[in-house]
């Protein structure tokens, strides 16, 4: 496609977009238009299926749908201008370390000359001149010291600086991988974690679970008591199964209400018997409504299990467990159920 054409189809798109944020009634805002953009445009084919994922669940684009595409598919822009800062910061940096190697070492030729100059002429000088050229050799010498003392002070200050950058490009990193909301590891974690756990158990031949869960009527909780309690239910259904889960495996928010849990070296028995836990564990919390005191029930989830078969990509995993978890769903809510052909005889 020439340059020509791509204006004229990123033209058409972006007219495309603003009629449709309007036909829609949705909010014209940077936002709205980056997604529903990426939306039209068929670049991102992930962003499309999260927008039509998330509408099946909520019923409609709302302000929250538009936030959690936003932060699992553009969060990486605060990230990239960081570490674009970082990269001027480090070449700032070093272009200031080669400028006084670079005058240590025009220094070190000059006195070298003069060193050897005064090898070659020491035997055939008189005292006098012996001494006026000792005293500037000495001269020499120590100016010597102190530029190497100086290069030693900006090496040693570069070395600081870089080991700050460092810390600061390790903490954008977290930051990459954590969901801002409940302060667990997000979906990108996740996908991650999950890519490097099937091949692991691919070369180990270990088994590997995943565990998808739900918040049962979640959609209920926002409704009735407003998004800013809906936020702290995730953030409690987060911590009780990032706690639960411990070192077993890593838990993350997956999307929306829904949460991943990824089990190295676990088999399908075990995994059931933790879901289970967890699941109790989340039923077991009082909600209270903080500016009123009063009790507003409690929490149940639905849980999903799907064990690592070999030959499958980390998305037919998913799939799996997330069939089991409608199957949970379906079957009347909080409670655990394994994907069909992997049921064994749990206790």
Known sequence: MCKEDGFKVASL??????????????????QNYTIWYEYLSDNN?????????????????SDEVAKQIYNEFFSHE????????????????????????????????????????????????????????TRNILFETREMAVRSEDLNTSLTKASSEIEDLKRRLKDVEQESLTDTLTGIANRKKFDNELAKATQDSIKSNENLCLVMSDIDFFKRFNDTHGHVFGDQVLKLVANTLHKGAGDDGLTARYGGEEFGIILPNTSIEKAFKLANRLRENVSSKRLVKRNSGDEVGKITMSFGIAQFDLNEDPLALIARADDALYNAKESGRNQVKIEAQKIPHVA
């Open 45 to 61: 084919p992930e962003i499309r299926e999260a927008v039509n994922r998330l509408m099946l669940q909520k019923g409609k684009f």
């Open 78 to 133: 605060k990230e990239g201008r960081t570490i674009r800062e970082t990269n001027r910061l480090v070449q700032q940096s070093m272009e200031a370390v080669l400028r006084e190697i670079r005058s240590s070492t025009s220094g070190l030729e000059d006195y070298g000359d003069k060193l050897e100059n005064f090898a070659d002429n020491a035997e055939d000088l008189n005292v006098h001149d012996l001494q006026k050229m």
């Open 13 to 30: 798109n972006a007219q495309k977009t603003m009629a449709l944020l309007e036909d829609r009634n949705i909010r014209k805002v940077p």
